[in-house]
């Protein structure tokens, strides 16, 4: 069963940096094609950053040069490196797995972790 734990949210003001960590385990990491998403109160949830199997990134065009999503397969984990934070990146930020497709996004999804960015 494959669970994703995600971690690193918090209260931030405008102008600082964050960094979440999204755990995977019970599939192996490296066939996973990982994500980050967000959802503010009221609002769908949206892309933030997805990487593939290969290295290659797709970005929101609203984090696009202040967000940056890494992943580390040894450790199992992806990153999102979170810089110049904006009180509208306002949100829960979840993490998503995709066995199957590059792009996603996939079936499994973490629990989310809040992330408030104060002005």
């Known amino acids: 069963q494959v669970q994703l734990v995600e971690s690193g949210g918090g209260l931030v003001q405008a102008g600082g940096s964050l960094r979440l960590s999204c755990a995977a385990s019970?599939?192996?990491?490296?066939?996973?094609?990982m994500g980050w998403y967000r959802q503010a109160p009221g609002k769908q949830r949206e892309l933030v950053a997805r990487?593939?199997?290969?290295?290659?990134?797709r970005y929101a065009d609203s984090t696009k040069g202040r967000f940056a999503i890494s992943r580390d397969n040894a450790k199992n984990t992806v990153y999102l490196q979170m810089n110049s934070l904006k009180p509208e990146d306002t949100a829960v930020y979840y993490c998503?797995?995709?066995?199957?497709?590059?792009w996603g996004p996939g079936d499994y999804w973490g629990q989310g972790t809040q992330v408030t960015v104060s002005s």
């Open positions: 019970g599939i192996t990491f490296s066939i996973l094609a």
């Open positions: 990487m593939n199997t290969a290295g290659s990134t």
């Open positions: 998503n797995a995709d066995p199957y497709t590059p």
